[in-house]
């Protein structure tokens, strides 16, 4: 029996592509590690089960089941069945801030909790294949057509019975509901930050991308993500870093260079501070799995 494929970051996926909307509807593929990148998640199983650690908790789905969860914080799918099958999408934090959730969901979600709702039918099947089908197609209408139906279809869990895992949230400032314009604010400094993270850039580049006072950029972004706007610079570098580190002839210190950090000091204090670990660790753990 052939020896059964893990999941290995790359440059050119999730990890290392920020501001791409991608879509699935494929086999899991289980993760030897955790992983980390800086879109929001949905996955719908289509067949199960699966197990996934999350940042704090760990999470068992099954078909019928659909999670939402923030791609910033570690996580790891550790099992799976051999039959599984899920579909879903990384979605980029500006098409996040287009959906109309609850307030509290979406500040819990940014903070490390899963939305998890087994409101669903056939229809959803047929529904994320179809929007998978469209995303590749290379047709932008069909593409843009796809992502508004799912947009649509994760709206419409605040009528349905949810839960958010876990249960007891942790402590913040929830701040008051944005305004739509507010959003777009975020929206405009989020697509800004995804085109220009690689590059020196501060709170005075950001907000002038989106014509608002840095300090007001730092308000809001900070209320809207949970983050500062130097934690999510550095949350981009550092989904990229990992996306570097897979390769065989990795150097950490050209990685940290290529990854947009000034210094290797920086570079390891940011790493060490999201994965628990070295970068020099991370790429020897990675080495021994292959």
Known sequence: MPERPFYQPGASSVEGLPLLLQMFHTQPLVMLKPHWHAQVEVNFIVRGPVHYRMDGHG??????????FWGG?????????????????????????????????????????TLVTD???????HNFERWNRYARSGDP?????????????????????????????VEQELGSPFDQQ???????????????????????????????????????????????????????????AQALLMHQDANVLRVAMESGFGSLSAFNKSFRKLAGMSPSDFRRGVAGAR
């Open 119 to 125: 409101a669903t039918d056939r229809s959803d099947d």
């Open 182 to 240: 507010s959003l777009r604010n975020v929206g405009r400094m989020c697509d800004f930050i995804a085109e220009n993270f690689l590059y020196e850039i501060d709170c005075v580049d950001i907000a002038a991308a989106a014509d608002i006072h840095p300090k007001y950029a730092m308000s809001i972004f900070k209320k809207s993500t949970g983050m500062t706007l130097n934690e999510y610079v550095n949350l981009l570098r550092l989904s990229y």
């Open 59 to 68: 999470l068992s789905l099954s078909a019928g089941d659909m999670c939402l």
């Open 141 to 169: 209408v069909k593409a843009e057509h796809a992502v508004n139906e799912l947009l649509l279809r994760l709206e419409r869990v605040r009528f349905e019975p949810y839960r958010l895992v876990p249960e007891t949230p």
């Open 73 to 113: 914080l570690p996580h790891q799918m550790d099992e799976a069945s051999d039959d599984a099958i899920y579909a879903g999408a990384h979605l980029p934090l500006v098409h996040f801030f287009r959906l109309h959730l609850p307030a509290d969901v979406r500040n819990r979600l940014m903070t490390g909790a």
